[in-house]
Every structure is written in structure tokens, then in C-alpha cells.
């Protein structure tokens, strides 16, 4: 996800300080990992020097002075391109699990043992977030129910690959 975009966005709502922005998008978003504050700054300092935001005001506070930016109309055309142009599905043909099977095959270890232990990690993580989604908001259900159909999805392909395994070592140990 772009920082960059995702601050715009929030500033188009409305003009905002720094602080607020950063409490705004780990609120709003709820990813791993909070932003940064240095993070939130430079992305603004960047913004700033690209004409997408100004600096609508300067307010004293008992610190550094707090800076209000707004968006430009610049950088409200950066947004709506953003959002009008879809994301390309990721690419899940050469993945790190499927060279570990591979390599795995290729080196007459178990890649059964490897899948039914990546299997057990992921029904470990749907656990999480079905015990996440019963506790949390909308917001954090639909977040949590697309977590859970990416790892459902997944797990078929886990199954399919252990049903396809004898078949995937003959060709790889040729």
C-alpha cells in the first residue's frame, strides 16, 4: 500500500496535522505495524516538495510548531488515478513455498512433513483472525474475512500439491 496515496486520501477528508494523520491511518487501517511518525513527516516533506499538499497553517504548541496540511488539487488528481486504476493480482506462479517443495523433492527430503506443517501454521492463523473477527468492528471483520479467504485458498493448493506430490517428484528428480 503506498503511503504516499493513502495520506492524500485521508487529507482530501480533510486538512489535517501530522499527529493527527498518523492516528488517523492506524485507526482507519489497522495494519501490522503502526506508521511511523519520521515516516508520516517525510512522506508529508515529499508531498510538500511535489506540489500534492500545502501547508494550509502554523499553530504554536507546548513543542514544535504543528503544521496543518491540505491537499492540492494536484494531489486530489494523484488520488482519484489511484483509486480509479485497479490493483494487478499478485503473482503467486513462483512462490517461496513451491521452491521449497521443489527443492525439497529435488533433495529426497520430505515435502509432505513441509506441508502439513505449513498447513498447521495456517490453520493456526485463521484461528487468530477468526478469534480477531469475533471480537472486532466491521472494519476489522472484513479485514480479517480477507486474511481468511486468502489462506483458505491457500490451504487448497496445500492439498493439491500433497495429492500431486509423487507426480511433481518425477518430474523435478529426473
Not at 140 to 158: F, K, M, P, S
Amino acid at each position: 500500500m503506498s503511503v504516499s496515496l493513502t495520506l492524500l486520501g485521508l487529507l482530501e477528508a480533510s486538512p489535517s496535522h501530522g499527529y493527527d494523520l498518523k492516528r488517523a491511518h492506524d485507526e482507519v487501517f489497522r495494519g501490522e505495524r503502526p506508521l511511523a511518525y519520521g515516516q508520516v513527516y517525510s512522506t508529508l516533506a515529499r508531498l510538500l516538495k511535489n506540489g500534492l499538499v500545502t501547508v494550509e497553517g502554523v499553530e504554536p504548541g507546548e513543542g514544535p510548531e504543528r503544521k496543518r496540511y491540505a491537499i492540492t488539487d494536484a494531489g486530489v488528481t494523484d488520488v482519484q488515478s489511484w483509486l480509479r486504476t485497479p490493483e494487478s493480482p499478485k503473482e503467486y506462479l513462483q512462490n517461496t513455498l513451491y521452491t521449497k517443495v521443489v527443492l525439497a523433492l529435488m533433495s529426497s527430503r520430505s515435502a509432505a512433513e513441509l506441508l502439513d506443517a505449513q498447513r498447521a501454521e495456517h490453520l493456526k492463523a485463521m484461528r487468530e483472525f477468526n478469534r480477531r473477527k469475533q471480537s472486532g468492528d466491521l472494519a476489522d471483520q472484513l479485514i480479517c474475512d480477507h486474511a481468511l479467504l486468502h489462506l483458505e485458498a491457500d490451504l487448497r493448493w496445500l492439498e493439491l500439491t500433497a495429492a500431486r506430490l509423487a507426480e511433481l517428484g518425477q518430474q523435478v528428480t529426473r
